[in-house]
């Protein structure tokens, strides 16, 4: 483990250094984040477990944008993963003023099928590590009267379904924590954005053994859309971002139809994507 040395290139503006930490930076959301950021010249410190592949990316970053890209090889479903990026979030001579809390993973299974392991990964992923994260972040960020975070949710968070349980239950989680906390720190200068999207093309869905070939291509998502949505959300100073027109009234219905109706909603959603019940 340990900080990459970064390449010594010329940032073409001379506006002062800003650092972003994005989780899961390197494949899908988290990977069209660090292109996104290191194009508008923030230095970037990424994490994700696969050390290799983490290498590869920073490297690209570093010779695309030229800017500095640090890794931090972390496993942040562990204590000791999540600890380690706490520890440089809380680093008060190389501030974040962007975290990027986009970890996450589904299940595709049901409840009674699953393992007690597997459901408690999830939750230390999905929910506990961006909790920690964003408080580890918070008391620089609000000190300092700038900074913000973006915990990416889902909008499936709005929601129930069957199977993936656990993942609406942690999306539902990130969504009002990101709410929350936005409010308390936004009179101190700093912004809480929770990113809603609907289905993305990443690696995702095959990570969590979720069939997708029967799906409609209308579901899908860009990934650069959705950041582009996102960090535009999140400088109008909106508290939620859901991306595309689809989809907002998609979180619409789910937020105000009555609860039956949503639960049917979800399944034919389940159906579209080729899942069963179970
Ligand atoms: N794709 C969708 O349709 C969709 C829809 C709504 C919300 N989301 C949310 O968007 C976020 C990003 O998902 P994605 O679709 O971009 O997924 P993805 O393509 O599978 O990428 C996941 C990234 O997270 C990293 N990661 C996975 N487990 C990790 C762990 N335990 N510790 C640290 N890093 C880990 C992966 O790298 P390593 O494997 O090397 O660790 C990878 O960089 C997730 O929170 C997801 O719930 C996705």
């Not at 920073?58 to 931090?72: F, P, Q, T």
């Not at 392991?117 to 620089?140: G, K, S, Y």
């Amino acid at each position: 483990m340990g900080a990459a040395t970064p390449v010594e290139v010329t940032v073409p503006d001379q506006a002062p250094r800003r650092t972003a930490l994005i989780t899961g930076a390197t494949a899908g959301l988290g990977a069209a984040f660090a292109r996104r950021l290191a194009a508008e010249g923030w230095d970037l410190v990424v994490v994700a477990r696969d050390a290799e592949r983490l290498a590869t990316s920073a490297e690209e970053l570093r010779a695309r944008h030229g800017v500095a890209v640090s890794v931090i090889p972390a496993d942040l479903a562990t204590e000791s993963g999540v600890g380690t990026v706490e520890e440089r979030l809380r680093n008060a001579s190389a501030p974040v003023e962007l975290l990027v809390n986009n970890a996450g993973i589904g299940l595709n299974k049901g409840f009674l099928r699953s393992t007690l392991d597997d459901e408690l990964r999830i939750l230390r992923l999905n929910v506990e590590a961006v909790m920690r994260l964003t408080f580890a972040v918070l008391p620089q960020m609000t000190e300092r009267r700038s900074g913000d975070v973006i915990n990416v949710s889902s909008v499936s968070g709005y929601g129930v379904t069957a199977p993936g349980s656990t993942y609406t239950a942690t999306k539902a989680y990130v969504i009002n924590f990101s709410e929350s906390v936005g409010q308390s720190v936004r009179r101190h200068g700093v912004r809480v954005l929770a990113l809603c999207p609907g289905f993305v093309r990443t690696e995702f869905h095959q990570r969590a053994g979720i069939p997708t070939a029967g799906s409609p291509g209308w579901i899908w998502l860009d990934a650069d859309s959705v950041v582009d949505g996102a960090l535009s959300d999140l400088r109008k100073g909106r508290y939620v971002s859901v991306p595309s027109m689809r989809y907002k009234i998609a979180a619409t219905a789910l937020r105000h139809a009555p609860h039956a109706l949503v639960r049917r909603f979800s399944e034919a959603g389940n159906r579209a994507v080729g899942r069963g019940a179970r």
